[in-house]
């Protein structure tokens, strides 16, 4: 998953305004105690960031894993 992806799947799972809200926002404990803005920036896999914003907003599993697929299995397209 790169940056981009990261971004694309916060949006799609929680919308544009309260994704980036989220990242900017709320700190996760699975990255550090920091935000994913934070974590990203430091250096941290987007990955793992989606994983700790999903841990930290409880996100059911098939959720979790519906956006971490490749973007054009999201869709259909694949």
């Known amino acids: 998953m790169r ?3 990261f971004w694309q799947v916060v949006e ?3 919308g544009a305004g309260y994704g980036r809200s989220l990242a900017a926002d709320l700190v ?3 990255v550090g ?3 994913a803005v934070q974590a990203l920036d430091a250096g941290a896999a ?3 960031v989606w994983n700790a914003l999903c841990d ?3 996100v059911d599993e098939a959720t979790r894993w519906r956006y ?4 054009k ?3 259909g397209r694949r």
Do not use: C, I, V
């Not at 971490?68 to 973007?71: F, G, Q, S, V």
């Open 3 to 5: 940056h981009s992806e």
């Open 12 to 14: 799609e799972a929680f």
């Open 28 to 30: 996760l404990t699975g």
């Open 33 to 35: 105690g920091r935000t």
């Open 46 to 48: 987007p990955r793992d």
């Open 56 to 58: 930290e907003m409880e």
């Open 68 to 71: 971490r697929r490749d973007p």
């Open 73 to 75: 299995a999201r869709d």
